[in-house]
């Protein structure tokens, strides 16, 4: 069994920064690719962004240039460093072990003045 524990969300103004955390443990493996989702208020999960185990990465358009995922395989732990975040960037953030299809419990993402 894989567990996820994110953390890192919180209160940030508009144009502001996070880096949100992903720590796997169990059966994680650092092959696996990682993935990052969202769920905003009355809206369904939606992909963000994701890393294979040799670093190759993609992102939803409307984070590209914005948000960078990257991963140290020696901590076991993925990362999500969001910039120039957007009111509409509000959302609880997941991270998602892509081979097991486990997910966090989920860090809330608050951007508003």
């Known amino acids: 069994q894989v567990q996820l524990v994110e953390s890192g969300g919180g209160l940030v103004q508009p144009g502001g920064s996070l880096r949100l955390s992903c720590a796997a443990s169990g059966r994680f493996s650092s092959i696996n690719t990682m993935g990052w989702y969202r769920q905003a208020p009355g809206a369904e999960r939606e992909f963000v962004a994701s890393?294979?185990?040799?670093?190759?990465?993609n992102y939803a358009d409307s984070v590209k240039g914005r948000f960078t995922i990257s991963r140290d395989n020696a901590k076991n732990t993925v990362y999500l460093r969001m910039n120039s975040l957007k009111p509409e960037d509000t959302a609880v953030y997941y991270c998602?072990?892509?081979?097991?299809?486990?997910w966090g419990q989920g860090t809330l993402v608050t951007v508003s003045s």
């Open positions: 998602k072990d892509m081979y097991f299809a486990v």
């Open positions: 890393i294979s185990s040799g670093g190759s990465t």
